[in-house]
């Protein structure tokens, strides 16, 4: 089965709502998904909601990026998100605490939040599509597999045009065996980086948007 391990929303700093993406996901084949959004699963009721009024039958693994003191970890698999901003460590030991798995995304993305190392984790993504040139994912792939860890890939999708470019190959029926295949290491990776054009579009789209917001909160002061 297909699942794209790493999306964000516009619950977060994403561009695309919650059935946009389910839609989306549905669209481009995928059996199921996680909705990744910084510091908050607020998303999560919604796309369950979504899924079941649309009959869409995905999988919907629950998921947070989590923002530690050094950088960004996936937690999946709970049903709260973490506090923001301990070490680590901490948030390691608090999201095992609550029933979940730690994959460390872009491990070594020099602009992306990235802790720049693989702490003890569960899984480490070591296909982040939005990795145009491939070093950094090249790496990741790299130490995960010296050291034995479980490997995933996802697409770091912002806009729903690239939602499906990073996909994790898994066997399983529901959540709890999705997850439980993603700690055993029995995955496989599929994955498409984002086209240069698209992603240099969406990066403008981006800082266009940050610009016209700023400028209306200029103007309401």
């Given at each position: 089965m297909r699942f794209d391990l790493h999306i964000h929303s516009n619950f977060s700093d994403?561009?695309?709502?919650?059935?946009?993406?389910?839609?989306?996901?549905?669209?481009?084949?995928?059996?199921g998904l996680s909705i990744t959004d910084h510091d908050t699963m607020r998303g999560l009721e919604p796309a369950r909601r979504i899924n079941k009024d649309l009959d869409l039958g995905l999988i919907l693994i629950p998921g947070v990026e989590t923002t530690t003191l050094e950088g960004h970890l996936i937690i999946l698999g709970v049903v709260e998100a973490p506090t923001r901003k301990m070490t680590i460590e901490e948030t390691i030991e608090v999201a095992r605490d609550l029933g979940g798995i730690v994959v460390?995304?872009?491990?070594?993305?020099?602009?992306?939040?990235?802790?720049?190392?693989?702490?003890?984790?569960?899984?480490?993504?070591?296909?982040?599509?939005?990795?145009?040139?491939?070093?950094?994912?090249?790496?990741?792939?790299?130490?995960?597999?010296r050291r034995g860890l479980p490997m995933v890939a996802g697409s770091d999708s912002h806009y729903a045009q690239t939602i499906g470019l990073g996909v994790t190959l898994i066997e399983a029926e529901d959540v709890d065996s999705a997850i439980q295949a993603i700690h055993?290491?029995?995955?496989?990776?599929?994955?498409?980086?984002?086209?240069?054009?698209?992603?240099?579009?969406?990066?403008?789209?981006?800082?266009?948007?940050?610009?016209?917001?700023?400028?209306?909160?200029?103007?309401?002061?």
């Open positions: 994403g561009h695309a709502d919650v059935r946009t993406i389910l839609k989306m996901a549905s669209k481009k084949g995928l059996n460390v995304p872009h491990p070594y993305h020099p602009f992306r939040n990235a802790i720049g190392r693989i702490p003890d984790c569960d899984a480490v993504e070591v296909f982040n599509s939005k990795h145009i040139f491939g070093i950094a994912n090249a790496r990741a792939k790299l130490v995960a597999r055993n290491g029995q995955t496989r990776i599929d994955g498409h980086r984002t086209p240069p054009k698209l992603f240099v579009g969406n990066v403008f789209k981006h800082i266009y948007g940050r610009a016209r917001k700023k400028a209306i909160l200029g103007r309401r002061r």
